[in-house]
């Protein structure tokens, strides 16, 4: 039987089997939306407010970023750093609270003719600067030179990774002097650092293979001082990347990244033998990964749909099978990068967006972002409800206006849902909600006849978020 909504619109085809609750993602606390740049670290401090960091704009140059909100979200300080140099660019990667309860930040400063790594203390209190260091000396015969990741040890003392040509780890002392500094003659692209409890260090990446025209993607592990202990390709598919690794309570290790179009998760051994691969959903990079309290761990990863990319944050259980998965986005690129933990059990994430807070005419610009989401305990959707392979799909697209339209939901449509359809600014042209009757169905059909040639999209709104898809009208 068929039944038809009206907002121009929408017929049911197929039921979706009944789903049994068994997880909850938590609640969205706040966002926040803090004009243009990109958040690429998020920590929350000893005294749970936050600090993120990344870059922003300052006399129309990319600067070095930091902003202190409160554990509500208010803002308490925000901080742009000019170069050191005339005409020099800079972006944060990493920051740490110091013993002394201020601020350390990591970053890469970009100089007309060389980059250098750039290291400031600050007071957390008021976001002052304390100190700053241009550690020139590390990069004298490289002037390409950025910095991938970096890490805190206990001591205070950083672990440093980063390289031009080269790849290279480095430790410095708690005030940024170099004490030990190796090199590795391998054109590798770097993404990400951790350290296992035996002081071992793991580093993610992916190399090309030039025989087989592919990206393979690879991690290594090195002893405390940076000497290579194994390296392990890992590779799935035809274009692998490892964009972040976590080391292990058991010295082994989590990665995530991208196989082909796929998120890619894989668990090594501490001898470097494979434990489990997990190929999840198309169309998903993972970024970032941090381990649960208890058991599993968390990532932080992009749906990627064309234009209509959204923050997608996956909870998985010690064997790589997801628990739960949220969806936060609109109509544009909305991204994290970065994912934490806090003491309350719930997490911190930073990326940018360009649908939030902005108007249509400026949305082709990134938009630092901040997110803090509740515990687990806090209601959600249950698992059943919404499977990670959540996808919208709209087919025929592109499709003339006689053609009837269908959508399909991955997740289902459930009471409470609203799907919409918005035009190429975000505008939204019709809108409906969805009663009871049409709760466990998974596809519907849009009449196009009465709408305008060009682009629109058809977003799918529930509370795990939202997921949308585009839909070109020819004529």
Same mark, same amino acid.
């Given at each position: 039987? %068929?039944?038809?909504?009206?907002?121009?619109? !929408?017929?049911?085809?197929?039921?979706?089997?009944?789903?049994?609750?068994?997880?909850?993602?938590?609640?969205?606390?706040?966002?926040?939306?803090?004009?243009?740049? %990109?958040?690429?670290?998020?920590?929350?401090?000893?005294?749970?407010?936050?600090?993120?960091?990344?870059?922003?704009?300052?006399?129309?140059?990319?600067?070095?970023?930091?902003?202190?909100?409160?554990?509500?979200?208010?803002?308490?300080?925000?901080?742009? $750093?000019?170069?050191?140099?005339?005409?020099?660019?800079?972006?944060?990667?990493?920051?740490?609270?110091?013993?002394?309860?201020?601020?350390?930040?990591?970053?890469?400063?970009? #100089?007309?003719?060389?980059?250098?790594?750039?290291?400031?203390?600050?007071?957390?209190? %008021?976001?002052?600067?304390?100190?700053?260091?241009?550690?020139?000396?590390?990069?004298?015969?490289?002037?390409?030179?950025? !910095?991938?990741?970096?890490?805190?040890?206990?001591?205070?003392?950083?672990?440093?990774?980063?390289?031009?040509?080269?790849?290279?780890?480095?430790?410095?002392? /708690?005030?940024?002097?170099?004490?030990?500094?190796?090199?590795?003659?391998?054109?590798?692209?770097?993404?990400?650092? +951790?350290?296992?409890?035996?002081?071992?260090?793991?580093?993610?990446?992916?190399?090309?293979?030039?025989?087989?025209?592919?990206?393979?993607?690879?991690?290594?592990?090195?002893?405390?001082?940076?000497?290579?202990?194994? +390296?392990?390709?890992?590779?799935?598919?035809?274009?692998?990347?490892?964009?972040?690794?976590?080391?292990? /309570?058991? =010295?082994? @290790?989590?990665?995530?990244?991208?196989?082909?179009?796929?998120?890619?998760?894989?668990?090594?051994? /501490?001898?470097?033998?494979?434990?489990?691969?997990? !190929?999840? +959903?198309? =169309?998903?990079?993972?970024?970032?990964?941090?381990?649960?309290?208890?058991?599993?761990? $968390?990532?932080?990863?992009?749906?990627?749909?064309?234009?209509?990319?959204?923050?997608? *944050?996956?909870?998985?259980?010690?064997?790589?099978?997801?628990?739960?998965?949220?969806?936060?986005?609109?109509?544009?690129?909305?991204?994290?990068?970065? *994912?934490?933990?806090?003491?309350?059990?719930?997490?911190?994430?930073?990326?940018?967006?360009?649908?939030?807070? @902005?108007?249509?005419?400026?949305?082709?610009?990134?938009?630092?972002?901040?997110?803090?989401?509740? &515990?687990?305990?806090?209601?959600?959707?249950?698992?059943?409800?919404?499977?990670?392979?959540?996808?919208?799909?709209?087919?025929?697209?592109?499709?003339?206006?006689?053609?009837?339209?269908?959508?399909? +939901?991955?997740?289902?449509?459930?009471?409470?849902?609203?799907?919409? !359809?918005?035009?190429?600014?975000?505008?939204?042209?019709?809108?409906?909600?969805?009663?009871?009757?049409?709760?466990?169905? #998974? &596809?519907?059909?849009?009449? %196009?006849?009465?709408?305008?040639?060009?682009?629109?999209?058809?977003?799918?709104?529930?509370?795990?978020?939202?997921?949308?898809?585009?839909? *070109?009208?020819?004529?």
């Amino acid at each position: 039987m %068929t039944r038809l909504i009206r907002f121009g619109v !929408l017929a049911l085809l197929i039921a979706m089997s009944a789903t049994t609750a068994e997880a909850a993602a938590p609640d969205t606390l706040w966002t926040r939306t803090l004009g243009r740049g %990109t958040a690429m670290d998020i920590i929350e401090l000893t005294d749970q407010s936050v600090v993120a960091v990344g870059d922003g704009f300052l006399a129309g140059q990319s600067s070095i970023r930091a902003v202190k909100t409160t554990s509500g979200g208010t803002v308490v300080w925000d901080r742009l $750093f000019a170069g050191s140099v005339a005409n020099s660019q800079g972006d944060a990667r990493r920051v740490f609270e110091t013993g002394d309860g201020g601020l350390l930040i990591a970053a890469t400063e970009s #100089r007309p003719f060389e980059n250098v790594l750039r290291f400031l203390k600050l007071d957390a209190t %008021t976001g002052d600067t304390v100190w700053t260091r241009v550690q020139q000396d590390l990069v004298e015969f490289d002037p390409n030179v950025r !910095l991938d990741d970096a890490l805190q040890l206990p001591n205070g003392k950083l672990v440093i990774l980063w390289g031009g040509g080269y790849m290279r780890l480095s430790q410095l002392s /708690s005030s940024c002097q170099i004490e030990w500094d190796n090199l590795y003659e391998l054109d590798h692209s770097r993404t990400g650092l +951790s350290r296992a409890p035996d002081g071992s260090l793991f580093i993610s990446g992916w190399r090309y293979n030039c025989c087989n025209d592919e990206d393979e993607g690879l991690i290594i592990k090195t002893n405390s001082v940076g000497d290579s202990l194994w +390296s392990r390709v890992v590779h799935p598919g035809f274009r692998d990347h490892l964009e972040a690794v976590e080391a292990l /309570s058991d =010295n082994g @290790c989590l990665a995530t990244g991208s196989s082909d179009d796929d998120l890619l998760l894989v668990r090594l051994s /501490s001898t470097g033998s494979p434990s489990w691969t997990r !190929l999840e +959903s198309a =169309n998903r990079t993972g970024y970032d990964l941090e381990l649960a309290a208890g058991s599993g761990f $968390f990532v932080a990863a992009t749906k990627l749909a064309g234009p209509v990319n959204d923050l997608d *944050i996956l909870r998985c259980d010690d064997a790589g099978i997801p628990v739960w998965h949220k969806q936060v986005g609109g109509v544009f690129r909305d991204e994290g990068r970065c *994912i934490r933990k806090t003491a309350a059990q719930g997490f911190l994430v930073s990326g940018f967006t360009n649908y939030f807070g @902005c108007s249509f005419s400026s949305c082709q610009l990134d938009d630092f972002w901040i997110l803090k989401f509740g &515990s687990e305990a806090t209601s959600g959707i249950p698992v059943g409800e919404q499977p990670v392979s959540m996808r919208l799909r709209v087919h025929p697209s592109p499709t003339s206006r006689s053609t009837p339209v269908y959508i399909t +939901s991955e997740s289902g449509f459930v009471a409470g849902d609203r799907v919409e !359809l918005l035009d190429v600014s975000g505008r939204e042209v019709r809108s409906v909600a969805l009663n009871e009757g049409l709760s466990g169905q #998974r &596809s519907m059909r849009i009449e %196009t006849g009465d709408l305008a040639e060009g682009v629109y999209f058809i977003r799918h709104r529930g509370p795990h978020g939202s997921t949308a898809a585009k839909l *070109i009208i020819t004529h």
